[in-house]
């Protein structure tokens, strides 16, 4: 993996905070491989978490941004994958805790919630955050291996 390359994504209602994001991130020196979309013509989120998912799991990158209107939607649908840790970010605050308590290694952002200025903030403070280890190694590892849940044992009456 190499730390340099961040993968962006993001459905029609992202494009344009994509396209902005991707320029920047050009801008600081990062590369960027840009897994779509590649126009505001509508598109389904989820094709583009999957994208994301892949480009983590073969170590073509350790980061990446994603975007859809909300941020909702492409967030839940990358979460599917346990070795994707992506937290929706609507602030500064939540983009450097999602780093620094819980190792995400996806930052999910609303183009139709948040401004081009604080998104490129958000991204900025992910990018620049360390996961702070101790405490939280336990909390993420339950996140990546989740417990198996019991069954419920229904009783019935006869």
């Excluded at 730390?3 to 050009?26: E, M, N, Q, T």
Aim: proline fraction near 4%; glycine fraction near 10%.
């Amino acid at each position: 993996m190499t730390s340099d390359v961040i993968a962006i994504a993001s459905d029609h209602a992202g494009f344009a905070l994509k396209s902005d994001l991707a320029d920047y991130l050009r801008g600081k020196g990062l590369e960027v491989l840009d897994l779509g979309t590649d126009g505001p013509d509508s598109v389904d989120y989820p094709d583009f978490a999957v994208a994301m998912a892949r480009c983590l799991s073969d170590g073509a990158v350790a980061r990446g941004v994603l975007i859809c209107g909300t941020g909702l939607g492409i967030s839940i649908a990358a979460n599917r994958y346990p070795w994707v840790r992506a937290a929706l970010c609507h602030d500064v605050t939540t983009a450097r805790l999602s780093r620094q308590h819980n190792d995400a290694n996806v930052i999910a952002l609303g183009g139709r919630l948040i401004g081009v200025e604080l998104a490129r903030e958000c991204v900025d403070a992910f990018l620049s955050t360390d996961f702070g280890g101790d405490r939280h190694v336990r909390r993420v590892g339950k996140l990546t291996s989740p417990p198996e849940i019991a069954p419920t044992v229904l009783e019935t009456t006869d």
